[in-house]
């Protein structure tokens, strides 16, 4: 039976001079689902893996659960989404409520999308 583990990736808030901005990698089964995006996303990921005895590989994170739009949780989103679609040949996965889907593209990601 395998457990579910979890790599915290940031723990600051949107203005912390000194940590990321809140962020974890959910671990089960060699797969990986991030909670929330903020900006660096890569930069963390790959920062975490310096010190984290979990490999979090790229390809193996199956999608991105959204809390909310604050800037701070959800400003890699544009950058992760298309790091997936171009370099790992896949489109992002989006997991949030209704509410935050609905204001997602025009409230966030239109200006560095459309």
């Not at 395998?2 to 001079?17: E, R, T």
């Not at 962020?23 to 893996?49: G, S, T, V, Y």
């Not at 989103?77 to 997602?104: D, M, N, T």
Request: net charge neutral.
């Amino acid at each position: 039976m395998s457990s579910l583990q979890f790599v915290a990736l940031g723990v600051g808030d949107a203005f912390s001079a000194k940590y990321y901005s809140s962020c974890l990698a959910l671990h089960h089964d060699q797969q990986f689902l991030l909670i929330d995006c903020p900006h660096p996303i890569r930069k963390m990921l790959r920062e975490a893996n310096q010190i984290s005895p979990l490999n979090i590989n790229e390809a193996n994170i199956l999608g991105v659960a959204l809390t909310h739009l604050h800037a701070d949780h959800c400003s890699g989103l544009e950058g992760w989404a298309y790091f997936s679609f171009f370099v790992l040949r896949q489109k992002a996965k989006l997991l949030c409520h209704p509410h935050i889907k609905k204001r997602l593209w025009d409230g966030c990601l239109a200006a560095g999308m459309e």
